[in-house]
Structure formats: structure tokens, C-alpha cells
């Protein structure tokens, strides 16, 4: 097994009660970082290009390092999955480079920043699933905002989700699994004081809507982390994030996927930051992005350790986008 769809592996997290973790990517140590913790405690993994992600890469490079995961790693369970899709137009550039899962967020219009309306977020999600499905590709949407604008992907305005709302939004979009707005948000700097998820929102959400669930703006912002990068010569005072017992409590409530791309860049800067500091005649880029892809590793591999998913990957039976597409036609 290896290429997998986001519904494969959300709906059979969803059924045993696990929570699969996003990994956002941007370069190769990053896919294979995530993809060592993967091997290392037998699980299946979502790894995840956002729309500037791929942008960056001119689209094809990370869309063909992403492959080479699914490739080099047959027995571990892999979606390829668009984050923060904005358009129609973009999903189809992602399923054409071989993804096998988006996210179209219509939560926000298609410049990513200003938050759009109910009826807008149905049109474009259902357009995109119209679309997805007829591939085999599973699809992700969003209901609610997130805050965090310094990522260029928030609102800047928390709007939680309503689930009244979602319920009917799910019915109305036919899409397999929905990201709510629960009180996280993207980025390094998520709450003020104490951090505060509405859990009784999620609750009621879950009891209204039979599929995954998602996280977004997950990152727990590790302490030791941010005290790394600030003593390497870093300057992020005030950083905090999602503690994992949080987690740990919305996966018991119902969330199936949990988006980090936060963590993993704290992971790496951090690493990076030690090796100029304390080796400053190092030039050669694989002293320092060797450093940064094995402490990556080892964040990642205790997160999927503290989500539930270790040691499940040899619980999914293989199935192409052929028979998705088959099983999405008959429904
Ligand atoms: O949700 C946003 C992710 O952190 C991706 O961020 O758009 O800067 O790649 P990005
Ligand atoms: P963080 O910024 O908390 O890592 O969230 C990432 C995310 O939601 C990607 O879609
Ligand atoms: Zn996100």
C-alpha cells in the first residue's frame, strides 16, 4: 500500500478513534523527515503542499518529491493532499500532478484572505467535489475561520464554526471531511493567554456530521523549541500553541486530522540556527539541512506517537483511485 486517499485514511481513523497528523511540506529533507517517523512507528501519514508551497516549487518539483514518498515507502499508507486550495483551478493543477486528496478552502475567497459567504463556500466546495470525485479524489472543505494572518491564510478574524451550519453544509456539499473553527489558529502565536479550544462546539459538531473531522492551526508550539531559536540568535517572544493533551481531547471528541506545518518549521529552524552558531565555518548545505531533517524526524515520529496513529499502517487494504472513483460514482 502507498498512495492513499484522505477519505482511506480519515475514514478508518475515524473508525478506530485515531488521529492522523498533516504534515506540511516544502523541500525534500521535510518529505523525508516525515516520512523516516512514518517508517519508524508503522503509520499512515497525510503529507500536505499548500497553494504557496507549491507555488514556490513551481508546482511540478514538490508535486514529484511528494511521489517519490509514495515510491520509496510502499508499506506506509500515504495521501498526497492539497492544503488551502483557493479555486477550482487549482485543485485541478494538484490532481493533475498525481495528488490524491484537496482541501478547497471556501471559507475565504480566492485571494486566501477575506472570508467569504455560506453560499459562496458551497458553490466553489461543490464544484471542486463535483470534480474530485469524478477522479477518485477525496475532498476536504472548511466551514468557520481561523485566525492568523502573518501566514497569509487566515482571516484575521475568529469566526467558530456553527454547527447547525456544518451540518447542513456537509449535506448541501457532499464532501468527505470538514475543518471547523474551533479557537486555533495558523502560525506561531495562537493564544494571548491560556490556550482555549471550544470543545462543546466540537462536541456538537460530531454529534451533528458523520465525517472526519479536521484540525487546522494545530501546531503545539513546543516551549524547548522556541527556546532553541530564541538562544541561537531567534527572536520570538510571546510564541505559544496547542498543547498536546489538547489534542489528545479533541481526538477523543471526534477530530480524525490534525494540520502541523508550524512545528516542523520550528523543528528545523531551530536546528539550523544551532549549527551556524556553534559551527560558523560550516557552509555546505547538508551540515545543516542534515541536522534540520533529523530533528524533524524525531518531532514528527512523537507526534504520530501522541495522535494514536503508530503501528497503523498495516491496517488499510489497497485501493487505487480507480476504485475510488468506482465507489464515488455509486453513490
Ligand atoms: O495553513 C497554512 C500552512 O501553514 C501553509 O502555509 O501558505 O505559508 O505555505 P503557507
Ligand atoms: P499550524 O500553523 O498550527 O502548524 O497549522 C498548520 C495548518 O493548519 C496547515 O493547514
Ligand atoms: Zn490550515
Do not use: W
Not at 138 to 143: N, P, Q, T
Not at 176 to 194: R, V
Not at 235 to 261: C, F, H, R, Y
Not at 306 to 324: I, V, W
Request: net charge neutral.
Amino acid at each position: 500500500m502507498a498512495l492513499a486517499t484522505g477519505k482511506q485514511i480519515l475514514d478508518e481513523a475515524k473508525k478506530k478513534g485515531y488521529g492522523v497528523g498533516a504534515y506540511n511540506v516544502n523541500n525534500m529533507e521535510q518529505i523525508q523527515a516525515i516520512m523516516a517517523a512514518a517508517k519508524e512507528t508503522q503509520s499512515p501519514v497525510i503529507i500536505q503542499a499548500s497553494r504557496g508551497a507549491l507555488k514556490y516549487s513551481n508546482f511540478t518539483y514538490l508535486g514529484y518529491l511528494m511521489k517519490a514518498a509514495v515510491i520509496e515507502n510502499p508499506d506506509i499508507p500515504v495521501a498526497m493532499h492539497l492544503d488551502h486550495g483557493n479555486s477550482l483551478e487549482t485543485v485541478i493543477k494538484a490532481i493533475d500532478l498525481g495528488f490524491s486528496s484537496v482541501m478547497i478552502d471556501g471559507s475565504l475567497t480566492e485571494d486566501g484572505k477575506t472570508a467569504s459567504t455560506y453560499d459562496y463556500n458551497v458553490k466553489v466546495t461543490r464544484s471542486v467535489v463535483e470534480y474530485a470525485h469524478s477522479k477518485g479524489v477525496s475532498v476536504e472543505a472548511e466551514i468557520g475561520t481561523l485566525g492568523g494572518l502573518e501566514d497569509g491564510v487566515g482571516s484575521g478574524k475568529i469566526h467558530l464554526t456553527d454547527p447547525k451550519e456544518a451540518k447542513k453544509f456537509v449535506d448541501e456539499t457532499s464532501v468527505d471531511s470538514l475543518a471547523i473553527a474551533i479557537g486555533t489558529s495558523h502560525g506561531a502565536y495562537k493564544f494571548k493567554g491560556a490556550a482555549n479550544l471550544a470543545f462543546n462546539v466540537l462536541k456538537e459538531i460530531r454529534a451533528l456530521i458523520d465525517i472526519p473531522i479536521v484540525l487546522h492551526g494545530a501546531s503545539s508550539v513546543p516551549k524547548e523549541l522556541i527556546d532553541e531559536v530564541n538562544k541561537y540568535g531567534g527572536k520570538m517572544p510571546g510564541a505559544t500553541g496547542v498543547p498536546i493533551e489538547s489534542l489528545q481531547k479533541a481526538i477523543k471528541l471526534g477530530v480524525s486530522k490534525i494540520n502541523v506545518d508550524t512545528d516542523g518549521r520550528l523543528a528545523i529552524t531551530s536546528a539550523i540556527r544551532k549549527v551556524f552558531i556553534e559551527t560558523p565555518e560550516k557552509f555546505d548545505p547538508r551540515d545543516y539541512l542534515g541536522p534540520a531533517r533529523t530533528a524533524l524526524a524525531s518531532l514528527i515520529a512523537s507526534k504520530m506517537k501522541a495522535f494514536g496513529t503508530s503501528g497503523h499502517a498495516k491496517d488499510y487494504a489497497p485501493q487505487s483511485l480507480g476504485d475510488m472513483k468506482k465507489l464515488y460514482a455509486t453513490k
